[in-house]
């Protein structure tokens, strides 16, 4: 059966919501087409000039003024104050939301309120002596029966056992999570594991090199490099490895920089210093020079930060 009809071919569609559609037939005429389910205010007829605008509603005239009742809903008043509060829920919901997405593609608001998160949480693991160290170095010592570790400096972990103090391991570690999570989470990480599973973290350690080094021109060196970056105990291994070669006086500045550096704690005192009790052993337990030859600014007022 043959179609006496065609449906026509639109080419360009304007809606006008509420009323119908402006379009454009193919022969290049302009037509409005009624949108039949439009529901227009009552006693208005449908407008075919596409040309004025929609129709609008007529307003309610104003009635009498009326007292709301006990029962009737309490009308909420906008105040700046309730605006404000509007304001910092939805800016904490964001924060939130966006904190579930990877570090290192959160906006830069988000990433500073996650860091300080992460920050709070590393510190509270350390004690004094760390804190001190993390405040003033942006690294810190860990100590326990795997020797000395040091956390803070990605890809440059370094470590000191206790059989072998004389030789500085460099380690790279780094989480499943990396670049995922704040780098103060990391540190988080590595502290923990090495005080409940310190075999798991050096089974994974990657090393990258051992220094052993003899040679009393680069102890030196590397011992005034410690002195001026003001990192006590990565002094106190090269002056015990400086003074242990040359038999100088750099043994008695590393019996001294020790006991200062335990007064930074006063609770993990006793611990720190029977961790480094083999310094004494290296040096015959006597002390020549009672003065050291350089004076640590992070042990100034000793009291005021081990309380």
Not at 137 to 148: D, K, P
Request: proline share 7%.
């Amino acid at each position: 059966m043959a179609l006496w009809w065609t449906v026509p071919t639109f080419e360009h569609v304007e809606v006008w919501p509420g009323r119908g559609f402006l379009v454009t037939l193919t022969d290049g005429q302009v037509e409005f087409v009624r949108d039949l389910d439009a529901r227009l205010p009552a006693g208005t007829d449908p407008d075919r000039r596409f040309w004025n605008p929609p129709p609008t509603p007529r307003r309610a005239e104003p009635g009498p003024r009326h007292r709301p009742g006990r029962l009737d809903p309490p009308r909420h008043r906008i105040t700046r104050r309730s605006a404000d509060r509007a304001t910092e829920a939805i800016a904490e919901y964001s924060i939130e939301r966006d904190q579930q997405l990877p570090y290192h593609v959160q906006d830069p608001r988000t990433r500073a309120h996650t860091s300080d998160r992460a920050r709070n949480l590393l510190t509270s693991l350390l004690d004094h002596r760390q804190r001190r160290e993390f405040e003033c170095l942006g690294h810190f010592w860990v100590h326990g029966t795997f020797g000395s570790v040091r956390l803070g400096r990605l890809y440059d972990i370094v470590h000191r056992s206790l059989e072998r103090p004389d030789i500085e391991r460099r380690l790279c570690v780094v989480t499943r999570a990396h670049a995922q999570i704040p780098p103060d989470d990391e540190w988080t990480s590595m502290v923990l594991t090495l005080a409940h599973d310190p075999d798991r973290f050096f089974r994974v350690a990657n090393l990258r090199r051992e220094i052993a080094e003899t040679e009393v021109r680069h102890l030196r060196d590397a011992l005034h490099g410690a002195c001026r970056l003001g990192d006590p105990q990565h002094a106190i291994f090269l002056a015990t490895d400086l003074g242990s070669v040359t038999g100088g006086r750099e043994l008695d500045d590393a019996q001294y920089w020790t006991r200062s550096h335990a007064e930074l704690d006063a609770r993990t005192r006793d611990r720190y210093l029977a961790h480094h009790v083999w310094i004494d052993r290296r040096s015959g337990g006597t002390t020549r020079w009672p003065v050291p030859s350089f004076d640590f600014a992070m042990h100034r007022n000793v009291g005021s930060v081990a309380s």
